[in-house]
């Protein structure tokens, strides 16, 4: 799987709009970008998924420009409850392997009031 | 539809000593894995498995075991623990490959004394 690079950390106010940016530049052509969020003491949760443009659920928003070797996590107006740590995780979804998979360390939102 | 579960919650040990770490997943999913996550790090493969009967190594396998007797059911094995060993442990699994959603249990805390 592609190795991917984040900020360690952001800071943000409530309401305010965040943008979250991941690296992939080995990223394969097959490849989906997958976001996830993990709160403390918690398993990580699934955010959203994407392969190319832009992509929107009821959460979050994923922008992937067309070389694909970033992509950028959008939370429109955060609260409180969104500060956790967010993860790029990127990777072929009909691949066998895992070997190299990796989360790295994700980046530690914190949402200030 | 409990998704994933893990067991137990909790546990200390002492040094030598082992222990077997359950998951079960009622989502009919292929794969499964299992990761470690030390303090302020991200997530680490140690084993997975692409279906009942098989398993694979992943990033940090040394020290542990697995095995998958049963397509629900993905058991982690400490035949001596050490210290080194104490971490949080996840479990997660995946319909296809690990480039799909995963979906994660809560976690155990294993403490090595």
């Known amino acids: 799987l592609a190795k991917t690079t984040q900020p360690i950390s952001m800071d943000s106010y409530e309401g305010q709009e965040v943008n979250i940016t991941c690296s992939h530049n080995?990223?394969?052509?097959?490849?989906?970008i997958t976001w996830y969020q993990q709160f403390p003491s918690q398993g990580p949760r699934f955010i959203i998924q994407g392969y190319k443009t832009k992509v929107t659920n009821e959460v979050a928003s994923l922008f992937i420009p067309a070389d694909r070797k970033s992509s950028t996590l959008s939370l429109p107006r955060v609260s409180l409850s969104d500060t956790a740590v967010y993860y790029c995780?990127?990777?072929?979804?009909?691949?066998?392997?895992?070997?190299?998979?990796?989360f790295g360390s994700g980046t530690q939102l914190t949402v200030l009031p | 539809n409990a998704g994933v579960t893990q067991t137990p919650k909790f546990r200390v040990l002492k040094t030598g000593q082992s222990m077997t770490l359950l998951c079960a997943q009622d989502m009919n999913h292929e794969y499964m894995y299992w990761y470690r996550q030390d303090p302020g790090m991200g997530l680490r493969l140690i084993h997975y498995s692409v279906g009942e009967g098989t398993t694979a190594k992943g990033e940090v396998p040394d020290g542990y075991n697995v095995s998958r007797l049963k397509k629900q059911n993905f058991l982690l094995g400490l035949e001596s623990a050490a210290p080194s060993q104490t971490s949080v442990y996840f479990c997660?699994?995946?319909?296809?490959?690990?480039?799909?959603?995963?979906?994660f249990g809560p976690g155990t805390r294993l403490l090595v004394l």
């Open positions: 995780l990127v990777g072929d979804p009909a691949s066998g392997s895992a070997r190299q998979l990796t």
């Open positions: 080995n990223i394969a052509t097959n490849d989906y």
């Open positions: 997660a699994s995946s319909l296809r490959g690990p480039g799909e959603t995963q979906y």
